[in-house]
């Protein structure tokens, strides 16, 4: 199962565990139809995970919408959740970098094409939109970071 690595990775904080136990039923199955978009939130600054199903986001001008199939979870989404060290807009949606297949291209988008599969970064830091946070099962990249695998 794609999530196994990422089990490990997550056991070291109090608040890591918690995203470990909300995610395993988040992700049970990993994928998704194209009818559901569960997602892991962070409703507020310093808050709880919360798991619960949202509508799939539209990819914009010069973004992809990505089926994730796998999700890391760095260390920096443990402290900015804890923390609350980065200004998001709540309720937020963590994780980056993603792995999965393009399910719909926004305009102007030529790089990839719908059903590759790719590996990409998020712009959940830098847009600080929930719909790029990778902890979904249908998240919004830009064209620029996607990679075809």
């Not at 507020?44 to 979870?73: H, M, N, S, Y």
């Not at 305009?107 to 790719?118: D, F, N, P, S, Y």
Request: net charge positive; proline share 6%; charged share 20%.
């Amino acid at each position: 199962m794609l999530l196994r690595p990422i089990t490990r990775l997550v056991t070291s904080t109090k608040l890591s565990c918690s995203i470990h136990s909300s995610l395993r039923h988040a992700y049970q199955p990993v994928f998704a139809t194209m009818a559901s978009n569960r997602a892991a939130f962070i409703e507020t600054p310093k808050g709880q995970i919360v798991v619960r199903d949202i509508d799939i986001p539209e990819p914009g001008k010069g973004e992809v919408l990505v089926k994730v199939l796998a999700c890391a979870i760095q260390p920096a989404d443990a402290k900015i959740a804890r923390l609350a060290m980065i200004p998001l807009e709540y309720p937020a949606i963590l994780g980056s970098p993603v792995a999965g297949i393009v399910e719909a291209l926004g305009a102007g988008v030529t790089k990839v094409a719908i059903g590759e599969r790719v590996v990409c970064g998020t712009k959940v830091f830098s847009h600080k939109k929930a719909k790029y946070g990778g902890l979904q099962h249908f998240s919004v990249v830009d064209e620029s970071e996607v990679v075809e695998v």
